[in-house]
RNA sequence: GCGAUCGUAGCUCAGUUGGUUAGAGCGCCGGUUUGUGGUACCGGAGGUCGGGGGUUCGAGACCCCUCGAUCGCCCCA
């Protein structure tokens, strides 16, 4: 902190310990979810030319005019730091023909950059986990998508958040509605707030979520994007919400929800803690944990032939705020040497165990006490002890730190030891869990 | 990009209206019969008080600039 030491890049984050914990379990569960789906996993490049996010994204957008980490490359051409991933996504189905997969369904999680103002929740360096499916039209194709995220946030043991849903319409739909708001909105122009009149111009439909009172008083009497849906509009929202009901997916209406970016069609939505709720508190002034839409018009925009597709991204440090802390997994055998004598064996040994598929470690550093305090402190199960008697007769040490028995064995005889160990400690940890569960049951009942 | 608050040992913080060698807890290292743990006790290392400049006899405390974090706006994951 102080010095000359060099500073990490504004907005960049060095994770490590409970948060990377918690990362990592964000991810885990996100691979995990994903194959139960068949999301098929894929790798995309970090940056992209330029023209693929500005023509995707669309001009006007924040994300495109003021965020972006561009640079021109030693050849001149201008490249740009990804910003999101569907951009990419496209440009990759088009140019490697991937239509042949068609309906595709992918995954893909990893660093994204944005030049923004860093907060709690914010960063210009962040992580996401992201779902697309592309070439299928049918609502159908929602529902799994939805059902997908709205797993995977349960899974990571996520409370207090909801899924919510709009519809923003077909192209014709979305165009009527919009020049209606901006109609309404024009009539009342002075009266709004300062960022309302710029939004007039650039972003009618966002002024639908401004908090500003000004601009609230003028929201509610605003025309209603139902009344400008088509038929095939309003049918293809209505098999999304029955088909959600039917995966058991809860999710409310949320008619002022747009989303900011230009390619969403139909389907929009975000999962956004309840308003009081833990998860909010946690959260800061952000509220999106996972944002995204229907893109039908993505890949014209970017000079492909018209495909329809879906799909979604969350942000992992918003997700990991959330999951609680999680613990770094505790070793299982601690292997100690009384001194330098043993150092040679103690290696042996603990390869011996990890070939054996048990976490091991020496601790070599400090006297006696320190050692065995350390692996004490590190959760070990059971330490194993060599000295230069051991070494003499070809037999361990095996102390069990839970009881402080202390035996003598041979390595087979110890290895035998820990597998019990470690039954007894699952078993254990089954027991307790399903007490918990227990618990959950019974203090369910009471309530009613 | 705009507005506000904050920045003291590895971590969490205390430092009276500016006054002498900047403190605590936790952590770390060593020790309390040199082959044995989670407790207790003793000792030690570690800070030019985010950085730079200024006011003053004197600044961690006051002023300016800068960097960073946090909060609100904008926007978003």
Known sequence: ???????????????????????????????????????????????????????????????????????????????????????????????????????????????????ERPQKGRYRQFHQIDAEIIGAAEPQTDVELL??????????????????????????????WRAA????FRAVKDELSKESQERLEKN???ILDSKDPRDRKFVGTAPKIDFFLSDEAKAFFKAVTSG????????VRAESLVRGLDYYRHTAFEFIPDEGS?????????STILGGGRYDGLMESLGGTPTPAVGWAAGIER??????????????????????????????????LRNSRFSAEIFARGNMKKRLARADQAGAMAAIIIGEDEIASGQLQFKHLGTGEQSTLTLDEASERAWELRLDRDVEKFDSHMDTLEDAVNSLGDED
């Not at 833990?278 to 952000?286: C, F, H």
């Not at 990991?320 to 064996?345: F, T, Y």
């Open 181 to 184: 708001l901006v109609e309404h």
């Open 204 to 206: 009618p439909l966002r």
């Open 319 to 352: 997700l990991a705020m959330l999951v609680g802390d999680k613990a770094e997994e505790p070793v299982e055998i601690a292997v100690i040497p009384i001194s330098e004598v043993g150092n040679l064996r103690a290696i042996e040994v603990a390869q011996d």
């Open 1 to 115: 902190m102080s010095k000359n030491n060099p500073q990490a890049i504004r907005g960049t984050q060095d994770i490590f310990g409970a948060d990377a914990e918690a990362f990592a379990c964000v991810v885990e569960t996100f691979e995990r979810v994903r194959k139960l789906y068949r999301f098929r996993r894929v790798e995309m490049p970090v940056f992209e030319k330029t023209e693929v996010f500005s023509r995707a994204i669309g001009e006007t957008t924040d994300v495109v005019s003021k965020e972006m980490y561009s640079f021109e490359d030693r050849g001149g051409e201008s490249l740009t730091l990804r910003p999101e991933f569907t951009a990419g996504i496209a440009r990759a189905y088009l140019t490697n023909g991937w239509q042949q997969h068609a309906p595709l369904k992918v995954a893909t999680h990893g660093p994204l950059l944005r030049y």
């Open 278 to 286: 833990e998860a909010a508190g946690k959260l800061g002034s952000q």
């Open 147 to 176: 059902a997908m995220a709205d797993q995977i946030i349960r899974e990571l043991g996520i409370t207090g958040v909801t899924l919510h849903l709009n519809t923003l319409g077909d192209a014709d739909s979305r165009e009527a």
């Open 244 to 251: 959600l009901d039917a995966a058991g997916v809860e999710w």
